[in-house]
């Protein structure tokens, strides 16, 4: 099983930007679908993001237009550049496969947004 580790997370002002990043351990980046989730307070987690193997893209409503993922295989990665943050975007950020078996949740990345 692939470990996946989110980096990147900080305190930012409200239309501020964060770029996180998903580093798999190892020396494989496995070719299968990914997505970020995010987990806020008293809710459940979702997804906000998907990437399939052939670099289509897909966004939850609340996040589309703002936020953008991509992926380089050659450096076993996968990010979440996010732009025109707002608090209602605070959570804990992961990251993990879309379908088929899911890696363990990590410890996840923490983004606040507040002025």
């Known amino acids: 099983q692939v470990q996946l580790v989110e980096s990147g997370g900080g305190l930012v002002q409200p239309g501020g930007s964060l770029r996180l990043s998903c580093a798999a351990s190892?020396?494989?980046?496995?070719?299968?679908?990914m997505g970020w989730y995010r987990q806020a307070p008293g809710k459940e987690r979702e997804l906000v993001a998907g990437?399939?193997?052939?670099?289509?893209?897909n966004y939850a409503d609340s996040v589309k237009g703002r936020f953008t993922i991509s992926r380089d295989n050659s450096k076993n990665t996968a990010y979440l550049q996010m732009n025109s943050l707002k608090p209602e975007d605070t959570a804990v950020y992961y990251c993990?496969?879309?379908?088929?078996?899911?890696?363990?949740w990590g410890q996840g990345t923490q983004v606040t947004v507040s002025s």
């Open positions: 993990n496969f879309p379908s088929g078996k899911a890696a363990s």
């Open positions: 190892g020396s494989i980046f496995v070719v299968r679908a």
């Open positions: 990437i399939t193997t052939s670099g289509n893209t």
